[in-house]
């Protein structure tokens, strides 16, 4: 039989509860506003031209915004480790499928094989079909 | 965290304790292991379109660099801070139902719902723009505007000039083939159903002389992606209201508190993984350049 505190209904400790971690709430609002401020940064960097660098720098960007969530909006901060080792299992296969299919897809570059491949860059064989 | 104590006797178990766990810290860690294998699934399953995206933008960038202007940066950015919010005020919920704030866990999770709406309004504005403007996957596009603000001249221009030199009728088969970089001597398939691809290599299946515009080739690609991108997130977006329709109704009779806030918790991990997707897909189809 579970004894509660005497006081649990009219104040709780602001950093425990009986089952998980309570997030005081001057870290959830920094949280809410590093995460405007990411959106905002990546709007304006998009309008920069940095050639390749404009990809990978949103991508970093909406990374970091992700891990801000995942880690203090979604407790894995506080969470069990087990939790976290399937989360990033899930993501190192994710990586695996889109690593392993984007190298896949460049064999039918035109300096790889030498033919024609529909991949060829410059021969725009349509991928949708005629109408 | 400390492990609350077996009860002696089947009446004296916390009310919201299922028997077939033995402590509400079990029973919350376990529903915990739960909703995250879950939310690793749903990644994985938009890990298949973020890989089709990842293939298709490697192999033909050009289609993005076009077809990314038909969309309102203004929209998609506005989507996201309304949907960061809605984020914000679903953590701040858990933290409510965690201290027992009734009142205020149904405030937030009415925030976090009325959020869900403005999001589907934007994006029902947005899908009606293209639906209006023919800018759908497949053989349904076929717009009649080119994109707004664009200076294509120059991506149109080196990539006709390759179709003119490259195309595969003038490729004459070498007998030397087989050495390192020599092209191979097999015909290309393009040209193997005589009639199907030839009208396409030359340009011409565009049939759009209604305006000059230079556009790359299959530009009805990237509304496949996008609809289906955006779709399927639409789609968990609106699962979601309905789960969290469900907990204000439950919020409202006060069943939350220290003891029982699972559901909230895990609806929430629920709608925050909605929220990583869209912080994704928002740079991907949006801010292209």
């Given at each position: 039989?579970?004894?509660?505190?005497?006081?649990?209904?009219?104040?709780h400790?602001?950093?425990?509860s009986?089952?998980?971690?309570?997030?005081?709430?001057?870290?959830?609002?920094?949280?809410?506003?590093?995460?405007?401020?990411?959106?905002?940064?990546?709007?304006?960097?998009?309008?920069?031209?940095?050639?390749?660098?404009?990809?990978?720098?949103?991508?970093?960007?909406?990374?970091?915004?992700?891990?801000?969530?995942?880690l203090?909006?979604?407790?894995?901060?506080?969470?069990r480790?087990?939790?976290?080792?399937?989360f990033?299992?899930?993501?190192?296969?994710?990586?695996l499928?889109?690593?392993?299919?984007?190298?896949?897809?460049?064999?039918?570059?035109?300096?790889?094989?030498?033919?024609?491949?529909?991949?060829?860059?410059?021969?725009?064989?349509?991928?949708?079909?005629?109408? | 965290?400390?492990q609350?104590t077996?009860?002696?006797?089947?009446?004296?178990?916390?009310?919201?304790?299922?028997?077939?766990?033995?402590?509400?810290?079990?029973?919350?860690?376990?529903?915990?292991?739960?909703?995250?294998?879950?939310?690793?699934?749903?990644?994985?399953?938009?890990?298949?379109?973020?890989?089709?995206?990842?293939?298709?933008?490697?192999?033909?960038?050009?289609?993005?660099?076009?077809?990314?202007?038909?969309?309102?940066?203004?929209?998609?950015?506005?989507?996201?801070?309304?949907?960061?919010?809605?984020?914000?005020?679903?953590?701040?919920?858990?933290?409510?139902a965690?201290?027992?704030?009734?009142?205020?866990?149904?405030?937030?999770?009415?925030?976090?719902?009325?959020c869900?709406?403005?999001?589907?309004?934007?994006k029902?504005?947005?899908?009606?723009?293209?639906?209006?403007?023919?800018?759908?996957?497949?053989?349904?596009?076929?717009?009649?505007?080119?994109?707004?603000?664009?200076?294509?001249?120059?991506?149109?221009?080196?990539?006709s000039q390759?179709?003119?030199?490259d195309?595969?009728?003038?490729?004459?088969?070498?007998?030397?083939?087989?050495?390192?970089?020599?092209?191979?001597?097999?015909?290309?398939?393009?040209?193997g159903?005589?009639?199907?691809s030839?009208?396409?290599?030359?340009?011409?299946?565009?049939?759009?002389?209604?305006?000059?515009?230079?556009?790359?080739?299959?530009?009805?690609?990237?509304?496949?992606?996008?609809?289906?991108?955006?779709?399927?997130?639409?789609?968990?977006?609106?699962?979601?209201?309905i789960?969290i329709?469900?907990?204000?109704?439950?919020?409202?009779?006060?069943?939350?508190?220290?003891?029982h806030?699972?559901?909230?918790?895990?609806?929430?991990?629920?709608?925050?993984?909605?929220?990583?997707?869209?912080?994704?897909?928002?740079?991907?189809?949006?801010?292209?350049s």
């Open positions: 039989m579970i004894q509660k505190p005497a006081d649990t209904s009219a104040k400790d602001s950093t425990h009986a089952l998980g971690h309570v997030v005081p709430l001057w870290l959830l609002s920094a949280v809410f506003g590093a995460l405007l401020v990411l959106t905002g940064a990546t709007v304006a960097v998009a309008h920069i031209d940095l050639g390749n660098m404009n990809l990978y720098l949103a991508l970093a960007i909406a990374g970091a915004k992700a891990t801000l969530v995942i203090f909006f979604m407790h894995l901060f506080w969470d480790p087990f939790n976290a080792m399937i990033i299992g899930c993501l190192l296969f994710v990586s499928f889109i690593g392993i299919a984007l190298t896949d897809s460049r064999v039918n570059d035109a300096s790889a094989v030498g033919g024609q491949g529909s991949a060829m860059r410059g021969v725009h064989v349509p991928l949708g079909g005629p109408k | 965290m400390t609350l077996i009860p002696q006797s089947p009446h004296e178990h916390p009310e919201h304790l299922a028997h077939h766990f033995e402590s509400l810290q079990q029973q919350y860690d376990s529903g915990k292991l739960g909703i995250w294998l879950f939310l690793t699934t749903e990644i994985l399953m938009f890990s298949g379109l973020f890989c089709g995206y990842a293939v298709l933008r490697s192999l033909h960038p050009e289609i993005f660099l076009y077809a990314h202007r038909y969309l309102s940066v203004e929209l998609g950015a506005l989507n996201t801070v309304v949907l960061i919010f809605s984020s914000f005020t679903m953590a701040w919920g858990v933290r409510a965690q201290l027992g704030q009734t009142k205020l866990l149904v405030r937030l999770l009415t925030i976090t719902l009325v869900a709406f403005v999001f589907l309004g934007v029902f504005v947005e899908y009606k723009n293209k639906w209006e403007e023919n800018l759908l996957p497949g053989k349904f596009y076929h717009p009649e505007e080119p994109p707004p603000g664009g200076e294509f001249l120059k991506l149109r221009g080196t990539d390759s179709v003119k030199n195309k595969p009728a003038d490729v004459k088969p070498q007998v030397t083939a087989g050495a390192v970089g020599e092209r191979s001597t097999i015909a290309p398939a393009a040209i159903p005589t009639g199907l030839e009208p396409w290599l030359e340009g011409k299946h565009h049939g759009r002389q209604s305006w000059s515009g230079p556009e790359p080739d299959n530009v009805q690609l990237f509304f496949g992606i996008y609809f289906a991108m955006t779709g399927l997130h639409g789609v968990h977006v609106i699962g979601g209201m789960v329709a469900w907990l204000i109704g439950k919020a409202r009779k006060g069943v939350f508190g220290p003891d806030f699972a559901p909230v918790d895990f609806v929430g991990l629920y709608w925050h993984l909605v929220d990583l997707v869209w912080i994704f897909l928002f740079p991907l189809l949006y801010l292209i």
